[in-house]
C-alpha cells in the first residue's frame, strides 16, 4: 500500500483544526510561502495561523 507524503501545515489557532497542504512542493516551507497568498500566517515560534483565526484576532 502506498502512502502519499506530501507537506502540511496545521493551524495553531485555539481550538481549530484547520490545516492546509500544496502537493507541489517538497517542504513545509514552501507550503507555507504559498499559502501566504491565501491567508495564511507563520508567527514566531513557528506558529501557523489560518485566515479564519488570523481574522478573528486568534495570533
Ligand atoms: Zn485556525
Redesign the pocket.
Known amino acids: 500500500m502506498t502512502v502519499d507524503n506530501f507537506p502540511a501545515i496545521n ?1 495553531d ?1 485555539p481550538g ?1 483544526t ?1 490545516a492546509t497542504h500544496a502537493v507541489q512542493v517538497r517542504t513545509a516551507t514552501e507550503v507555507r510561502r504559498l499559502r501566504r497568498a491565501d491567508g495564511w500566517r507563520t508567527r514566531p515560534k513557528g506558529r501557523d ?2 485566515p ?2 488570523w481574522k478573528a484576532g ?1 495570533r
Open positions: 493551524c489557532g481549530c484547520n495561523i489560518c479564519d483565526c486568534h
